[in-house]
């Protein structure tokens, strides 16, 4: 690779040791993806921030960067492992909000904003069109990538803070034309109206197709929301950092010669996979995976207006504080709060250290499924924003189950092959 | 026996140890325990075995990018592997080696099918060079 004047400085550590360090990881990540050269990024968001997931060796690594290393561009951070202000109220205990503070302030001592959420575009870090940026979060990074037509790989926690404090990326993958061509025509044959059909349509192309990048047809159109849905889902089972939808997002693509379908029975199979059977009582009841937008908001506050929150169960509506803070102005927090719903700003279900706690969770998010499965081992249901209100009032789950489809039925299931 | 390998650096240094090698690709989060340093994940065909000290060869890195820290952790546990050598190198190994100043190279001439648990081995991470020694 070849490096500028100023980069060769940096990586002999004439600019200090944090960036010493930095510029090693990105020289790295360049020669081992093939990069020419490292570009300028505009922005960064650092994943790995919940201390639940950093330990005690996580936080030594960024007390040590943060004796001499300063953001140099726009830098947001992930969710933690706790509301920041409010962590009592969430049931956290004592020591794990002494570290997880620990870890915000060297965060904060580098000049990093902390803003703890996975929807940076929501508050402010918002890339344009063709920006290359330095973000970490897969939801994020394919909102960047699809959704904004910004440029970013799906970086780690690490490698994303490098990026902050020299301001660099190594310009490989996702910040190069070919590689942000679609590989796969997928057709869609299914109707799609709420938010948990966009998680389960990411389920089932995940499943697919893996991480290749698709180039969805016969979506017509979609809201943030539900693009934020599919961000997260379809990264998270499958991996990709970038899909194209036909008629709704901004980057140019070639057509692919690789085509697969799906049906509304793979979006009604994928409904049921994250649904367990039997458990028809969550005891907790989550939305906001990604966070909430200030839309999801208002909708919540018409739904819980006047109703209460069943004795014994909780209901978590996980959030930027910046977008609580609009909710409080425009009156919904009160009408939230009044039901007895709990705002969980700054963190989420998937980094709070809330294994053995629960054991069902109710939620509209595909991604909150697989980690509350795999990480917390609880049980799921997964069903729109008002199946989960319904939840919470009425402690019980009664969503409509969706059929799973059979399997030998020929003339109505629809093939690539066909 | 004495033999010489060339492999592309990825994370610089000079460490020697007992090689310990899986066919499958390495998980540290959630894969390794970091306070011991065996091996948890049940995928893994060397489940069960300590990473603690080796010259650890696997074909590449999978799973949580949270993973590099898990080795930085290792490495401050005293459980880290001595030195790493991949098949091919990827994102979550090469930040992990870099940031725990672990030896990483990858890419060694004639695969990784030369190097057998047990033997012996000195990993040059500054030269590119690697050292097997029955």
């Known amino acids: ?248 997002t901004p980057n140019r693509t070639r057509k692919p010669t690789e085509e697969v379908i799906i049906t509304q029975n793979d979006v009604d199979d994928a409904k049921v996979a994250l649904t367990d059977a039997g458990y028809d009582e969550p005891d907790i009841i989550s939305v906001g995976c990604p966070h909430c937008s200030i839309n999801e908001v208002r909708r919540i506050a018409e739904l819980l207006d006047g109703k209460h929150v069943k004795e014994g169960k909780e209901f978590w509506i996980c959030i930027a504080r910046p977008i609580k803070q609009i909710a409080e102005q425009a009156g919904y927090a009160k009408t939230i709060e009044a039901s007895g719903a709990k705002f969980a700003c700054d963190t989420c279900m998937v980094v709070a250290p809330i294994k053995g706690r629960f054991k069902c969770l109710a939620t509209d998010s595909a991604k909150s499924c697989f980690y509350a499965r795999g990480k917390n081992a609880f049980k799921t249901k997964f069903g729109t924003l008002e199946e989960c209100v319904a939840a919470a009032v009425t402690g019980e789950w009664k969503a409509k189950q969706a059929k799973q489809a059979k399997p030998a039925q020929p003339k109505k299931t629809e093939t690539a092959a066909e | 026996m004495l033999a010489e390998v060339k492999a592309r650096v990825i994370a610089k240094g000079v460490a020697e140890g007992d090689l310990l090698v899986s066919q499958k690709p390495v998980s540290f989060y959630g894969g390794v325990d970091p306070d011991s340093g065996v091996v948890t994940d049940g995928e893994s065909d060397i489940k069960g075995q300590s990473i603690a000290g080796r010259v650890l060869v696997f074909p590449t890195g999978k799973g949580s990018t949270v993973g590099s820290y898990t080795l930085y952790r290792l490495k401050k546990n005293g459980k880290a592997p001595a030195a790493i050598i991949n098949g091919e190198c990827e994102t979550i190994c090469a930040v992990g080696g870099i940031i725990s100043d672990v030896p990483l190279v990858d890419k060694p001439e004639g695969g990784l099918a030369q190097f057998k648990t047990g033997a012996k081995a000195k990993v040059d991470a500054n030269a590119g060079v690697i050292t097997v020694t029955q």
């Open chain 1, 1 to 248: 690779m070849e490096l500028t004047a100023d980069e060769k400085e940096m990586l002999e550590g004439k600019q200090g040791n944090a960036v010493k360090k930095s510029m090693e990881i990105l020289c790295a990540l360049g020669e081992i993806y093939g990069a020419k050269r490292l570009i300028d990024v505009s922005s960064v968001q650092i994943a790995g921030v919940s201390y639940d997931n950093l330990g005690d060796a996580g936080l030594e690594y960024l007390s040590e960067l943060a004796k001499d290393g300063r953001a140099r561009v726009l830098t947001t951070l992930n969710p933690a492992g706790m509301d920041l202000e409010d962590w009592r109220k969430l049931g956290i205990p004592e020591d794990f909000a002494k570290k997880q503070l620990e870890v915000i302030d060297a965060f904060k001592k580098m000049g990093v904003i902390a803003s703890c959420t996975c929807t940076p575009y929501f508050i402010g870090n918002l890339p344009r069109y063709s920006e290359s940026v330095a973000w970490s979060e897969s939801s994020a990074v394919c909102f960047a990538n699809s959704v904004l037509g910004a440029r970013t790989n799906r970086e780690g926690g690490p490698s994303a803070i490098a990026s902050a404090l020299t301001g660099k990326t190594a310009e490989y993958g996702m910040h190069l034309d070919e590689n942000r061509q679609a590989q796969v025509l997928v057709k869609v044959r299914a109707k799609l109206r709420a938010v948990p059909d966009f998680g389960a349509l990411g389920y089932a192309t995940g499943k697919k197709i893996g991480n290749k990048v698709p180039l969805f047809v016969g979506v017509k159109r979609a809201s943030v929301e539900q693009l934020k849905s599919l961000c997260a889902s379809i990264a998270t089972y499958g991996g990709t950092a970038l899909f194209h939808i036909k008629g709704v």
